[in-house]
Nanobody
Framework: QVQLVESGGGLVQAGGSLRLSCPASRRTFVSYAMGWFRQAPGKEREFVAGISWNARSTYYADSVKGRFTISRDNTKNTLYLQMNNLKPEDTAVYYC???????????????????WGQGTQVTVSS
């Protein structure tokens, strides 16, 4: 288990940008594939972006491709999500999660993630 705490959410106008951060509590952060998920009111939690342990592989939901960028700094045990050109439909609680350590790849299924943060609210006004 690894403890995760998201930050960087807030209220932004459509077309604006936000950067989410998620520092991890353990140096073994480097071993984990990581991901960002989101959950809007009345909807199920959905995958947003994922990254392999070494950052060589990333994967995005079609709805955010070209607008969001996932990255990680293993020297700081921190995961990031840069969100540009935000849309009202991006409004949700955003969660970071630590996934499997092996095999080394990008994971997208919530069941492959064992540790979750508490979430940070992102609200995009039109």
């Amino acid at each position: 288990q690894v403890q995760l705490v998201e930050s960087g959410g807030g209220l932004v106008q459509a077309g604006g940008s936000l950067r989410l951060s998620c520092p991890a509590s353990r140096r073994t952060f480097v071993s984990y594939a990581m991901g960002w998920f989101r959950q809007a009111p009345g909807k199920e939690r959905e995958f947003v972006a994922g990254i392999s342990w070494n950052a060589r592989s990333t994967y995005y939901a079609d709805s955010v491709k070209g607008r969001f960028t996932i990255s990680r700094d293993n020297t700081k045990n921190t995961l990031y999500l840069q969100m540009n050109n935000l849309k009202p439909e991006d409004t949700a609680v955003y969660y970071c999660a630590a996934g499997r350590t092996t095999p080394a790849k990008v994971y997208t299924d919530p069941s492959d993630f064992g540790s979750w943060g508490q979430g940070t609210q992102v609200t995009v006004s039109s």
